[in-house]
């Protein structure tokens, strides 16, 4: 019976346990399944949680009611990975593999810029996002007691998650500056990005639309800003412009797990690592890796496909089917990732879609990702957990 070892319980790693349910319930094989949290995250929603649209029980699963009880699951954290003896060891326990699969997730990447890690904060989890929300919430609360010039927001990384967080910001900046008696006018929310080009995966229109959105909400945009520096209070970019603000949040690149780094240090960059057409490392035919760690070039490309949730599920799900294909001696097939379009929300009635090249705009659009994200949730988990997490019909 193959010893299979499935680090983290994201979007890769729980669609890889779906897949090869009937193997697991049959005794098929043994697996094991190892993250620091007891709880799945909904990464795709964490703008909505730091902005309180959501709340934490809106966002996260119970790892241990969705997957199979014959699946061992141990919550820890991973510290070092021996390919050699073939051992995982977390804080607290030692585990071995015949099989590896790495889907530990992303970290923020602050490309060695002075003060990112020190004095902003990014959207890397469910814990993050709610320290982002008690301190904008406690910005709000200061404010109104002395207000003192402006009360300012800054987020810097003007891609998918920046344009949803700031279109959720203006939706929770009208809710607190009537909760506490603010002048709307005294607060400002800005955002930065090194370029003018913004969620390239939509046309000029799209993204335009996404601009007048914000900018008719008074979000400030500024872009060709070269960040060289974060200090306690400020963004400093370009020749020693400096932006100041009561808060700043990173949200300009993630890179993978650290885990890569360490363990592939040769082979590596940015913690990911690049993958065969079996999402294997080469030359290592016992171990996977998926989602935010893997760096994936299509036959015929040059860049590697952004990492996304929707990417994530599907290598999950073809790595539990080659995973089946050789325990029945059958030759796996190629990793084809089947793009199927993107979306990005614009607060709680608006957005922009394009799915097989037709392109939705507007409320319709918002609830195409509701609807994406229903069926997400259906890939990882069970029709009774997808129907009480839906948010199509709330």
């Known amino acids: 019976m193959k010893n299979i070892l499935i680090l983290g319980a994201g979007y890769g790693g729980l669609s890889l346990l779906k897949k090869m349910n009937n193997e697991i319930k049959n005794n098929k094989v043994k697996v094991t ?6 709880y799945h995250s909904q990464m795709i929603s964490l703008h909505e949680l730091a902005t309180r649209s959501l709340k934490q029980e809106d966002v996260t699963i119970e790892i241990k009611k969705i997957i199979n009880k014959k699946v061992n699951f141990v ?15 977390t804080k607290n326990n030692k585990l071995g593999y ?10 923020s990447n602050d490309f060695g810029i002075e003060g990112i890690d020190s004095y902003t904060l990014s959207l890397n989890g469910v814990n993050s996002s709610l320290k982002i929300s008690e301190k904008i919430e406690n910005e709000f609360i200061n404010y109104s007691t002395k207000k003192d010039n402006k009360l300012r927001f800054i987020i810097a990384g ?3 998650t920046g344009i949803e967080l700031l ?9 607190y500056c009537k909760k506490y008696n603010i002048d709307e006018k005294l607060v400002e929310i800005y955002g930065l990005n090194r370029s003018e080009n913004i ?5 000029k229109k799209q993204v335009d639309n996404a601009k007048k959105y914000l900018e008719e909400n008074d979000v400030k945009l500024i872009f060709n800003t070269k960040i060289k520096k974060a200090t306690e209070s400020s963004y400093i970019y370009n020749d020693q412009v400096e932006l100041k603000g009561n808060l700043l949040i990173w949200t300009a690149g993630v890179n993978g797990n650290k885990i890569i780094s360490e363990t592939f240090p040769e082979i590596s960059q940015n913690s990911r690592v690049n993958v065969t057409s079996e999402l294997k490392v080469q030359g290592m035919d016992d171990i996977y890796i998926i989602g935010d760690c893997a760096s994936f070039i299509a036959k015929g490309e040059v860049k590697p496909y952004p990492p996304t949730a929707q990417i994530a599920t599907q290598m999950g799900e073809y790595v539990g089917k080659n995973i089946i294909a050789n325990m029945k001696n059958k030759k796996a097939k190629k990793f084809s990732y089947k793009y199927r379009g993107t979306i990005c929300s614009l607060g709680g009635r608006n957005g922009i879609a394009i799915s097989m090249g037709i392109k939705f705009n507007g409320y ?3 609830k195409m990702k509701k609807i994406i994200e229903t069926v997400i949730i259906v890939k990882l988990t069970d029709l009774k957990t997808s129907f009480k997490k839906q948010r199509i019909i709330k």
């Not at 969620?199 to 046309?203: E, N, R, W």
Request: charged share 30%.
């Open 33 to 38: 399944l190892v993250d620091k949290n007891e």
């Open 364 to 366: 319709f659009a918002l």
């Open 167 to 175: 279109a959720e910001f203006v939706e929770l900046k009208k809710k």
């Open 199 to 203: 969620i390239s995966m939509f046309d």
């Open 158 to 160: 003007l891609g998918l």
């Open 75 to 89: 919550q820890d954290e991973v510290i070092r990975i021996d390919t050699t003896l073939k051992k995982v060891f």
């Open 98 to 107: 015949d099989i590896l699969v790495i889907a530990l997730g992303f970290s």
